[in-house]
């Protein structure tokens, strides 16, 4: 019993480790572009200072959520949430990418804007907690029908699965911190992991919207189903799926550029 409680903890944790790393990425790109404009000496700090306010915003919120938990209200808000943050941005990245006019546009609109440090470092916090907050919610949806666990409970939610979304959500800013670059390149290359990063948000968010559903004060759908070994194998078989199909579905840019080169 313990050894399956270890795996499926374990495995939980990579899916969020690596779904932190893609959208970590993405949201790199973002505070990159936003820090730019300032010296060199001052970039590192402005990202710093925005850091340590999204791990004190990640940690005060998780103890929050912690007590929302099973509030099936909080539930539905949140799915309908990280639904609307992935079909809104695979809409918007789809529309992007056919008018490569507003790709040139961009940074001369950007290039305008030059705040100053402490006005960036506000800006950075900003960006942090919005990304902090999608993150979270996935990583609760993930973690909250994990099987109890010995260990005491912390906030309204049992340890183990509080410590899963934790090492979660801390790992996505030390990814966001250093390995960002990794895969930068990496969403270079397969420009179409990024959208598969998305869908992989919505279909969590189906994952939660399935939980409210099963909420006994609602009632639609069997409690038991939600925490069902089905329902987590069809939840893994899809998300595996998606995965595969933002990798193998999109064009090597490396090879690409090799091509070109030759």
């Known amino acids: 019993m313990e050894l399956t409680l270890l795996l499926e903890y374990g495995w939980v944790l990579l899916v969020l480790v690596a779904m932190e790393g893609l959208l970590a990425a993405d949201n790199a790109l973002v505070l990159a572009i936003m820090v730019k404009h300032l010296p060199k000496d001052k970039r590192k700090k402005a990202l710093f200072y925005g850091l340590a306010g999204a791990f004190v915003f990640r940690l005060t919120s998780l103890f929050v959520i912690s007590f929302l938990v099973d509030v099936w209200q909080a539930q539905a808000i949140g799915a309908l949430y990280l639904l ?33 440090f402490w006005m960036t470092v506000f800006k950075v916090e900003v960006a942090d907690i919005a990304f902090a907050v999608d993150s979270i919610l996935a990583a609760v949806a993930l973690a909250v029908v994990l099987p109890e666990t010995p260990l005491p409970d912390i906030g309204g939610m049992d340890g183990g699965q509080f410590l899963v979304i934790f090492a979660g959500g801390m790992i996505g800013l030390i990814i ?7 895969f930068v390149n990496l ?3 397969r420009p179409g992991l990024e959208i598969a990063a998305f869908a992989i948000v919505g279909w969590v968010g189906v994952k939660l919207a399935i939980l409210t559903l099963s909420h ?15 329902w987590k194998l069809t ?28």
């Open 176 to 182: 966001m911190r250093f390995a960002a670059n990794m």
């Open 84 to 116: 609307f943050i992935s079909v809104n941005h695979i809409i918007r990245k789809r529309a992007i990418r056919d008018n490569t006019e507003n790709q040139e546009q961009l940074p001369t609109k950007e290039s305008k804007d030059k705040s100053g």
């Open 216 to 230: 006994p004060a609602l009632g639609i759908l069997n409690p038991e189903f939600a925490h069902s070994t089905e």
């Open 235 to 262: 939840f893994y078989a899809v998300l595996a799926g998606i995965a595969a199909a933002g990798w193998f579905l999109s064009n090597d840019k490396t090879g690409e550029t090799v091509k070109k080169v030759s």
């Open 187 to 189: 969403l270079e290359r």
